[in-house]
């Protein structure tokens, strides 16, 4: 098994925006907390209309952005040599041998929105998902040793001229994985025959 967490990270994300909506009226001022009472109530008008949608990705859009949305995309992955087991065996059955290594991947979360404002309330949602659900990632998709990091807001790289938003943020994940792989089945002998040529010499 390879792991695919930019994959683990937008499933992850889709359920919060899910929870968060269902559970608004507690969350809100839960994670928004330091927050004016005029801003919370910004949030809680927006998120109540259901019109108002957040799309969480791989990749980035290829049409202009106009709402909320998350761009999941593999920042930095490298083995972690010290963890690796010696020529990277770890089992074997009667008819299986399996191979793994150790891994960590930084994955990169770019935060697009309307304005400053949603740029950073967007952002710390991201960040409260990714902790509200560390547990998740870590036993239904092998992400252990998880850390969550912040970027500051930069301009937004659009190569394609279109975009409404000129900024974004950004939230790190970083965390390890083992992926494992199957060696493919040898072709085992389950029977031979031996001919041998007797000669005689004088």
């Given at each position: 098994?390879?792991?695919?967490?930019d994959?683990?990270i937008?499933?992850?994300?889709?359920?919060?925006?899910?929870?968060?909506?269902?559970?608004?009226?507690?969350?809100?001022?839960n994670?928004?907390?330091?927050?004016?009472?005029t801003n919370?109530?910004?949030?809680?008008?927006?998120?109540?209309?259901?019109k108002?949608?957040?799309?969480?990705?791989?990749g980035?859009?290829?049409?202009?952005?106009?709402?909320?949305?998350y761009?999941v995309?593999?920042?930095?992955e490298?083995?972690?040599?010290?963890?690796r087991?010696?020529?990277?065996?770890?089992?074997?059955?009667?008819?299986?041998?399996?191979?793994?290594?150790?891994?960590?991947?930084?994955?990169?979360?770019?935060?697009?929105?309307?304005n400053?404002?949603w740029?950073l309330?967007?952002?710390?949602?991201?960040k409260?998902?990714?902790?509200?659900?560390?547990?998740?990632?870590?036993?239904?998709?092998g992400?252990?040793?998880?850390?969550?990091?912040?970027?500051?807001?930069?301009?937004?790289?659009?190569?394609?001229?279109?975009?409404?938003?000129?900024?974004?943020?950004?939230?790190?994940?970083?965390a390890?994985?083992?992926?494992?792989?199957d060696?493919?089945p040898?072709?085992?002998?389950s029977?031979?025959?031996?001919?041998?040529?007797?000669?005689?010499?004088?």
């Open positions: 098994m390879i792991s695919l967490g994959k683990a937008v499933n992850v994300l889709n359920e919060a925006i899910s929870l968060f909506r269902q559970n608004i009226s507690t969350l809100v001022p994670i928004y907390a330091l927050e004016t009472s919370q109530e910004e949030i809680l008008t927006w998120w109540s209309n259901p108002n949608q957040v799309i969480a990705q791989i980035f859009s290829r049409s202009p952005v106009t709402g909320l949305q761009a995309t593999t920042g930095q490298s083995q972690i040599a010290s963890r087991y010696v020529g990277n065996f770890i089992s074997q059955t009667s008819t299986q041998q399996t191979y793994s290594t150790t891994f960590e991947t930084t994955y990169i979360i770019g935060v697009l929105g309307p400053q404002n740029l309330w967007s952002q710390m949602l991201c409260w998902a990714l902790l509200y659900y560390t547990k998740t990632l870590e036993t239904d998709y992400l252990f040793n998880q850390r969550v990091g912040l970027g500051p807001l930069q301009p937004y790289p659009d190569s394609m001229g279109d975009s409404v938003f000129p900024f974004y943020r950004t939230v790190t994940f970083t390890q994985h083992e992926d494992t792989w060696a493919l040898v072709q085992s002998v029977s031979a025959s031996v001919q041998t040529n007797n000669t005689t010499s004088s």
